[in-house]
């Protein structure tokens, strides 16, 4: 089925780094839209990084930007999301999302979503 799935979450002291992996199988990612949206507990699902299709737009959250990079490598239909200078208000599920073909920062406008990777910084 067609379907991306995330990985690469885990537990970082504050000020560390992970990457984050959204994989597609069944599909071309290369020709979505690919977005990271969070959602903390007892908290609204939060827009976070969208690249576009041509890999040539990026958004970023304000509360992430300047410390998450968003980066495709289409040999393996993966999106990356490089999270440095992790902080205690980053613990959240991190979900990856696609659509054709421009960001949006909608959830229901998003056509394909990972199952979730968790993202925990605490010291």
């Known amino acids: 089925q067609l379907q991306v799935v995330e990985s690469g979450g885990g537990w970082v002291q504050p000020g560390g780094s992970l990457r984050l992996s959204c994989a597609a199988s069944?599909?071309?990612?290369?020709?979505?839209?690919v977005a990271w949206f969070r959602q903390a507990p007892g908290e609204e699902r939060e827009g976070v990084s969208c690249?576009?299709?041509?890999?040539?737009?990026?958004y970023y959250a304000d509360f992430v930007a300047g410390r998450f990079t968003l980066s495709r490598d289409n040999a393996k239909n993966t999106v990356y999301l490089q999270m440095n200078n992790l902080k205690p208000g980053d613990t959240a599920v991190y979900y990856c999302?696609?659509?054709?073909?421009?960001?949006?920062?909608?959830?229901?406008?998003?056509?394909?979503w990972g199952q979730g990777t968790q993202v925990t910084v605490s010291s």
């Open positions: 999302a696609a659509r054709r073909w421009d960001c949006s920062g909608y959830v229901h406008e998003y056509d394909y």
């Open positions: 069944g599909f071309n990612l290369d020709d979505y839209a």
């Open positions: 690249l576009d299709s041509t890999n040539s737009n990026s």
